[in-house]
């Protein structure tokens, strides 16, 4: 028996990737990774100014694959919303997450009729691709020049040996977040929004290989096994 099946459903998930990539990756290529991801796990537990439970979001514009804009007092006209950031569309990290939210947490947010809505800084067209890819029914929108995200605390700054790696590689950082010479992403978190901005619950994941389970959700917003429900069933989004 390996570890992963004593592992809650979306990390057991993340450890099969991880497994497949320490047999086929070489040592450097995965060094790369598993650094950078420690150096975020640390700092975070520094950080003193990322977004908390009982704070007021700023007001934003966000984009859709469409290019119609959303502003999160819109998103929030009828109740409460989570929110899903990830990455960009290209992480395979992030089509498992969400792939797994669409099973697993999209059908019960929709059933009580609390919208769900996925972020990135990533340029709308990239989205458009991931979005039809992984048959999402919600929204996944992009927050332009990661405004939003930079001022929650939800972004980060690759390490040096992954800069130089990208750049090696040919890569632009552009394609991922719409900001050339820009070597920046958003950290995957979980955030539930009530009216008037105001953040519920959040959880953010360093560590983009260990994100938050579908069950914190559910029970946070009343919705799971253990849990009376907390919101009325409304029309969603």
């Known amino acids: 028996m390996t570890l992963s099946v004593l592992l809650p459903p979306l990390r057991a998930r993340f450890r099969a990737l991880e497994e497949e990539r320490e047999r086929k990756w070489p040592p450097e290529a995965l060094a790369l990774g598993v ?26 514009v966000l984009v859709d694959v469409q ?25 395979p990290a992030c089509n498992i997450a969400l792939n797994h939210y669409r099973d697993t947490l999209w059908p019960a947010l929709k059933a009580a009729g609390v919208p769900l809505v996925a972020i990135s800084g990533q340029p ?21 020049g990661l405004t939003l995200l930079r001022a929650l605390g939800l972004t980060y700054t690759y390490d040096e040996a992954s800069r130089k790696a990208a750049i090696a590689r040919g890569d632009d950082s552009a394609p991922l977040n719409g900001l050339p010479d820009t070597w920046e992403l958003p950290k995957p978190a979980v955030l539930i929004l009530e ?37 009325t069933k409304r029309g969603s989004l």
């Open 67 to 91: 290019g119609r804009t959303y502003s999160l007092d819109t998103l929030l006209a009828s109740g409460p919303i989570v929110l899903i950031v990830f990455r960009f569309g290209e992480c």
């Open 35 to 60: 650094n950078q991801r420690a150096t975020l796990v640390r700092e975070q537990a520094r950080a003193g100014d990322t977004v908390r439970r009982g704070d007021v979001l700023p007001p934003a």
């Open 195 to 231: 009216p008037g901005r105001i953040v519920d619950f959040v959880d953010i994941s360093p560590d983009w290989l260990d994100r938050t389970e579908t069950e914190q959700v559910l029970d946070a917003l009343g919705l799971g096994n253990n849990g009376t429900e907390k919101y």
């Open 124 to 144: 709308a067209p990239a989205l458009q691709a991931f979005r039809e890819r992984l048959a999402l029914e919600f929204p996944v929108l992009t927050d332009n």
